[in-house]
């Protein structure tokens, strides 16, 4: 009888711990692999021509990566932290908000793309 109850017993907490695991594993999988921001301001004409940019990567890569744009101007501290010197600036942070690359100017969408693409992102296909 004993035994019953500790196999019954070691049964149930090996799929607690199997269900922890997996919840674990499935919220790893939700976080972005690379954080986008763009350090600008929304009266800075070369900031206004990434808008388009930045939604379109937003689009094309999903939750691979999450895009955030920054009003420096009025978010004075974001710049500091970043150390912004010209707007608009591209900072790019690794899963673990480590910065793994940056760009000063307008960023063209394809080289932004060649850059996710050597990060191990890819473009989502459209279910058009």
Do not use: N, W
């Not at 900031?47 to 890569?61: A, P």
């Not at 900072?91 to 990060?119: C, M, S, T």
Request: charged share 30%; hydrophobic share 40%; with cysteine.
């Amino acid at each position: 009888m004993k035994k019953i109850v500790f196999l019954m017993l070691f049964i149930i907490l090996a799929s607690i711990c199997l269900a922890e695991e997996i919840v674990q594993d499935s919220t790893k999988a939700q976080k972005p692999k690379i954080t986008f921001l763009e350090l600008g301001s929304l009266t800075c004409i070369p900031c206004q021509q990434m808008e388009k940019v930045l939604d379109s990567v937003r689009e094309k890569y999903g939750d691979q990566i999450e895009v955030i744009f920054h009003d420096i101007k009025k978010e004075k501290e974001i710049a500091k932290k970043y150390q912004v010197r010209m707007m608009p600036t591209q900072v790019f942070l690794d899963a673990e908000g480590k910065e793994i690359h940056r760009h000063v100017g307008f960023y063209p969408e394809e080289q932004i793309d060649e850059f996710l693409k050597e990060q191990g992102l890819y473009i989502i296909q459209s279910e058009e």
